[in-house]
């Protein structure tokens, strides 16, 4: 059972719109939940619960998402290195993205640029 009311509308519009501005141009650095937080002008642990209220997934599952989909952006239509990409998604290492990219594409970012799906 959730601790957030039934009527309760989640984050308004201008403040989620903030955050996800933030998210956008913050995707190749450390995102930290205080942040987010301060962007929706909310306490870390209220916005946690607001955000996936209101988006349906957590912060962290968002900017994982978001990511992601920028990588396989640039995987896609450039020509950067792996350690690259890694690096202009956010991620500190290549291991890290490696690990993370293949959990949500089932493929290694090198085998999803040369065009190999999972089964």
Same mark, same amino acid.
């Given at each position: 059972m959730?601790?957030?009311?039934?009527?309760?509308?989640?984050?308004?519009?201008?403040?989620l719109?903030?955050?996800?501005?933030?998210?956008?141009?913050?995707?190749?650095?450390?995102?930290?939940?205080?942040?987010?937080?301060? @962007?929706?002008?909310?306490s870390?642990f /209220?916005f946690?619960?607001? !955000?996936?209220h209101? =988006? *349906?997934?957590? %912060?962290?599952?968002?900017?994982?998402e978001?990511r992601?989909?920028?990588?396989?952006?640039l995987?896609?239509n450039?020509?950067l290195?792996?350690?690259e990409v890694?690096?202009? @998604?956010?991620?500190?290492?290549?291991? /890290?993205?490696?690990g993370? !990219?293949?959990q949500h =594409? *089932?493929?290694? %970012?090198?085998?999803?640029?040369?065009?190999?799906?999972?089964?």
């Open positions: 959730s601790s957030i009311p039934e009527n309760c509308a989640g984050l308004k519009p201008e403040r719109a903030r955050v996800l501005e933030r998210i956008q141009h913050g995707l190749h650095e450390p995102l930290q939940i205080a942040h987010l937080a301060e @962007a929706a002008c909310l870390p /209220h946690a619960r607001m !955000f996936k209101t =988006t *349906g997934k957590s %912060p962290h599952a968002y900017v994982t978001k992601i989909a920028l990588a396989r952006e995987l896609t450039t020509a290195p792996i350690a890694s690096r202009r @998604a956010g991620y500190r290492t290549q291991a /890290h993205f490696t993370v !990219f293949r =594409t *089932g493929v290694t %970012p090198r085998r999803f640029r040369e065009g190999v799906r999972p089964e």
